[in-house]
Structure formats: structure tokens, C-alpha cells
């Protein structure tokens, strides 16, 4: 089989031709995706949302189309929660609603509309942290702390969930919440210490 060679002189022409046409495309992409938007995602639409979050009832005007955690960070300023990856993939944005945890992310605000929702800023009961926050800080369960929200308010449901039997099983329970600092070992401490109360 004959060996093609790829000159320089090669690779320069054949790009200029495919920039050539791309060039040609972006009317018909631009009128697919015009179409696509049209037909497929649903128009902005602003409405009333009626939220009880933290033991306190909230009225917003959102669009529904607004995902929780942006609802609590941008529109209440509750940043307690936060955005990692805003893809459902690092467990930063967990909260609870009906006492089970979710990801604030992935879920809209309009469909979790007078269930009871906690975030991290409503877990200690005033100045009395709740102990799942005492036992991070007193088994170094966090660094940064970035993470450290959504990892608090997954352990507190993995306790009660009762996935605690074992380091393994712990671990296999906070598995949906990422540290980049690598507190893994606090955090399991942590829990086995709550855990044991
Ligand atoms: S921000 Fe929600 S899972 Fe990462
Ligand atoms: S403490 Fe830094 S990302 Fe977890």
C-alpha cells in the first residue's frame, strides 16, 4: 500500500478548506438551532414560586425554568450551598428536601414548591452547631471547605439513612460528594463519629 505523506503544505490547504466550509455553514446552523430552540425549549417564562426553606417561607418571581441551587444563591443569598460543576457530578449543591437529600443543581425550584427544604445554613439550631458540623471541625473533615456544605448535608443524611456500618458502606454512600482537598478520611471519621452517638 502506498505511504501518503502529509506536508505541511498539505495540512495548510486542506484547513483552509474546511474553514472555507465552515464559512458556508452558519446561516443553516444558526436556523437549525433557532428551530431546534423553538420546538424544544420551553420559552421563558416568569412566574410566582412559593418555597419553605429553613423553617421559612419565601414568594419569588423566577422563571421556571430556574434550577434550586441558582434560586438560593442568586435570588435569596444562600450561598451556603455551592456550585461545582452545575452538572450533577460533585455533591457541592446538596440539600435536603422532604429530609432526603438532593442535588440543588439538578432540580427545579418550581417542583419542589412548598415541600420542606433545608440548606447548610439551616442545620444548626442558632448558636448550637448541628453535630455533624462540630464533628467536621473536630475531625479536620475539610480543608478548603468548598465542598464542605454538601458533604455536611449528605453525611447527615447517610446517618440517617443508616449507611453507616462500615467505612466501606460510608464510603460508598458519599461517594456522590467529590473533595478536591482529599478530606475523604476526616469526613468518614466524622461520620462514624455521629454515626456512634
Ligand atoms: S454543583 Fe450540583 S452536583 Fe456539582
Ligand atoms: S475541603 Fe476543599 S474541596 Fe473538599
Known sequence: MEKQTYSRRFFLSTSSMAAAAVALIPGNVKAFYKNVKKRFIPAKSVNTLSLTI???????????????????REQLQLTGSKKGCDHGQCGACTVHVNGERVLSCLT???????QPIT????LAEGDQLHPMQQA??????????????GQIMSAVACVKEGHTHSVEE???F???NLC?????NGIVESIQKVAAR
Open 54 to 72: 429553613n423553617q421559612k417561607q419565601y414568594t419569588v418571581q423566577a422563571d421556571t425554568r430556574t434550577t434550586l441551587l441558582d434560586l438560593l
Open 108 to 114: 427545579l425550584a418550581a417542583l419542589v414548591q412548598n
Open 119 to 122: 440548606t447548610i445554613e439551616g
Open 136 to 149: 467536621f471541625i473536630e475531625c479536620d473533615g475539610f480543608q478548603c471547605g468548598y465542598c464542605t456544605p
Open 170 to 172: 460510608i464510603k460508598e
Open 174 to 176: 458519599m461517594s456522590g
Open 180 to 184: 478536591r482537598c482529599g478530606a475523604y
